[in-house]
């Protein structure tokens, strides 16, 4: 086998990978303050997201995935202790709403809590009232099926709504939120690249076969 069809068919084999699946990914970050219950009742704490969409310049769409993530860190104070020693204990939740196409979907990062009244807790009124710190986290990836809500030249705006609440006679909490969001496309190249490819193989083997016949003859 000549020499230069050796070198086209190594040339065309490593263009291979710009034909095939491709992914590409783009995060945005939110959160906020919880203050003595302020993201209570519904809706709770709520902000907008805005991720680029898939450009259908870049190519076919053939996947969707969505990476949502919360977590929390909440200084409390219980209210309820009737004596020293009480140990009081519940549980503190926060759930993130995010509105996405195809319907809403809810992520819950939740910690158990336990507090025990000592005697710096009993000096103020007649309960005893422990301060504790209470903290959590989780994450989900979710896929999609109809991918059409996602095709856009320009940015997509995603809703989000933190919501929290706390078992247990809590007087107060004071803490911070944060919740991330990751979108990935999967997508096949715009077949351009294969054009691009027949265009430049030529200007590349020519010549480089001229200059073999030449050293040959």
Do not use: H
């Given at each position: 086998?000549?020499?230069w069809?050796?070198?086209?068919?190594?040339?065309?084999?490593s263009?291979?990978?710009?034909?095939?699946?491709?992914?590409?990914?783009?995060?945005?970050?939110?959160?906020?303050?919880?203050?003595?219950?302020?993201?209570?009742?519904?809706?709770?704490?709520?902000?907008?997201?805005?991720?680029?969409?898939?450009?259908?310049?870049?190519?076919?769409?053939?996947?969707?995935?969505?990476?949502?993530?919360?977590?929390?860190?909440?200084?409390?104070?219980?209210?309820?202790?009737?004596?020293?020693?009480?140990?009081?204990?519940?549980?503190?939740?926060?759930?993130?709403?995010?509105?996405?196409?195809?319907?809403?979907?809810?992520?819950?990062?939740?910690?158990?809590?336990?507090?025990?009244?000592?005697?710096?807790?009993?000096?103020?009124?007649?309960?005893?009232?422990?301060?504790?710190?209470?903290?959590?986290?989780?994450?989900?990836?979710?896929?999609?099926?109809?991918?059409?809500?996602?095709?856009?030249?320009?940015?997509?705006?995603f809703?989000?709504?933190?919501?929290?609440?706390?078992?247990?006679?809590v007087?107060?909490?004071?803490?911070?939120y944060?919740?991330?969001?990751?979108?990935?496309?999967?997508?096949?190249?715009?077949?351009?690249?294969?054009?691009?490819?027949?265009?430049?193989?030529?200007?590349?083997?020519?010549?480089?076969?001229?200059?073999?016949?030449?050293?040959?003859?």
């Amino acid at each position: 086998m000549k020499l230069w069809v050796i070198l086209l068919s190594a040339l065309a084999l490593s263009a291979l990978p710009v034909l095939a699946d491709s992914e590409v990914s783009f995060s945005a970050v939110g959160g906020g303050e919880t203050i003595v219950g302020a993201c209570l009742p519904l809706p709770g704490c709520t902000t907008e997201l805005s991720l680029p969409g898939f450009n259908p310049s870049w190519g076919t769409l053939t996947g969707v995935a969505i990476q949502l993530s919360l977590s929390f860190s909440v200084e409390m104070t219980y209210g309820g202790a009737p004596t020293l020693g009480y140990v009081a204990s519940g549980t503190y939740a926060g759930e993130l709403t995010e509105g996405l196409p195809g319907g809403g979907f809810t992520l819950e990062a939740s910690a158990d809590w336990s507090a025990v009244a000592s005697l710096s807790d009993c000096f103020n009124g007649p309960y005893c009232s422990p301060n504790f710190l209470v903290q959590g986290t989780s994450s989900d990836l979710m896929s999609f099926d109809d991918l059409s809500d996602f095709i856009s030249s320009g940015d997509l705006t995603f809703s989000a709504a933190y919501t929290d609440y706390s078992g247990g006679a809590v007087l107060e909490w004071l803490g911070s939120y944060s919740y991330g969001e990751t979108i990935t496309y999967s997508y096949v190249p715009e077949p351009s690249a294969l054009l691009l490819l027949c265009t430049i193989l030529p200007l590349i083997v020519i010549p480089l076969r001229r200059r073999l016949q030449r050293i040959s003859a």
